[in-house]
């Protein structure tokens, strides 16, 4: 079965400075990809990052990266120079093929506020 | 840009009615999605299509059904509502597996808040 950790419920961070999302994932699938998507107050889920099980590099999108350590199974989104416009609900999901369609599983969420 | 359109942002039903959550999609996405966001749980699938007419139950399709007659547009259903089925409802869609055009992404609506009174 697959799984995704995200263990902060919530984080605080000073406008600028960067801040790091814990994520860790659970498979047996050798062949899997890891998002990350932002869900601002409005709803609408917001695809932030991807990150193939075997990319060599880290991904990274304008002030977004992804912190791939696979033999941890962790993949943490650090987010750089923090905006007021980040404060959101952060979601890690992790993609695998089960017999023959995409299955996607989904953490619980971690809010981010920015202070100013 | 991919849309992801839902019909409806806000709802409020009454118990034992028949709610239908309508999607529509314009990027000729074969697999359509349909969860549900609860604090706390995040998101969880209720079913899932990979093509028209074609469906599969998710992780809680109890209480739920879904229908896609057309390959755009995918609707789930609450035959009879209950007060537990206030929720989010989130719809996605994407390609299918194989297709490495954006790395499978599935692209979501905005979200209809539903409450069952």
């Known amino acids: 079965a697959q799984k995704i950790t995200q263990t902060q419920p919530g984080m605080f961070v000073q406008e600028k400075e960067a801040v790091t999302l814990d994520c860790t994932y659970d498979?047996?699938?050798?062949?899997?990809?890891l998002f990350w998507y932002k869900q601002p107050s409005s709803g609408e889920m917001i695809f932030l990052i991807y990150?193939?099980?075997?990319?060599?590099q880290n991904a990274t999108e304008g002030r977004y990266s992804l912190n791939f350590q696979k033999a941890r199974k962790s993949a943490n989104l650090v987010i750089s120079a923090s905006q007021l416009g980040d404060s959101a609900m952060y979601f890690c999901?992790?993609?695998?093929?089960?017999?023959?369609?995409?299955?996607?599983?989904f953490g619980i969420g971690t809010k981010l506020q920015v202070i100013p | 840009d991919v849309k992801v359109t839902q019909s409806s942002r806000y709802l409020v039903k009454r118990t034992g009615e028949k709610v239908f959550l309508e999607c529509v999609q314009d990027m000729d996405h074969e697999n359509m999605f349909w969860y549900r966001q609860d604090p706390g749980l995040g998101l969880r699938l209720i079913y899932f299509?990979?093509?028209?007419?074609?469906?599969e139950k998710g992780d809680i399709p109890e209480g739920y059904s879904v229908s896609r007659e057309k390959k755009e547009r995918f609707s789930l259903i609450l035959e009879s509502a209950s007060t537990n089925q206030t929720s989010m409802y989130l719809c996605?869609?994407?390609?299918?597996?194989?297709?490495?055009?954006?790395?499978?992404?599935?692209?979501f609506g905005a979200g209809t808040r539903l409450s069952v009174l």
């Open positions: 299509s990979y093509d028209v007419k074609m469906k």
């Open positions: 990150q193939g099980s075997y990319d060599q």
């Open positions: 996605a869609s994407s390609f299918p597996p194989g297709r490495s055009v954006g790395k499978n992404i599935q692209y």
């Open positions: 999901a992790m993609r695998v093929h089960s017999g023959g369609y995409q299955k996607v599983t």
């Open positions: 498979t047996s699938d050798p062949s899997y990809g």
